[in-house]
């Protein structure tokens, strides 16, 4: 009675461990901005992932500062993956900020950014 009882404990766990292994882990949304300079040209850039379904609804926008001024605005939008890549005219010398604000199916999520001096 025992053994029947610790080889069907087994067999249950070894099937909760397949069940768990289908499904896989849930993947967080991500968001990756890059800023780089080119002379006196920034490229801006970033790429969101939903993280969970090709099919989530994702909202981007991507500002660039000097400073307290905000320099350009743009926004994207799309579903499973969403990439932006633009340009402004920055100044040699001077620190930028890029700063990456979106969400997905419309929950907020946590902002984003990266700050890189213009040599």
């Known amino acids: 009675m025992r053994k029947q009882l610790l080889a069907l404990s087994l067999v249950l766990v070894m099937l909760m461990g397949i069940a768990a ?6 993947q967080a949304p991500a ?3 890059k800023l780089s300079f080119s002379g006196t040209t920034a490229t801006c850039s970033v790429i969101i992932r939903s993280g969970a379904s090709s099919t989530d609804k994702i909202s981007v926008t991507a500002k660039l500062w000097n400073g307290r001024t905000c320099l350009k605005t743009w926004t994207a939008s799309g579903t499973g993956r969403v990439s932006l890549s633009k340009t402004a005219t920055v100044s040699k010398g001077k ?7 979106y969400t997905v199916n419309g929950v907020k999520q946590p902002q984003k950014s990266v700050t890189r001096t213009c040599s």
Request: glycine share 6%.
């Open 31 to 33: 968001a990756a901005p």
């Open 95 to 101: 620190t930028y900020k890029l700063t990456v604000d």
């Open 21 to 26: 292994q289908a499904t896989g882990p849930m």
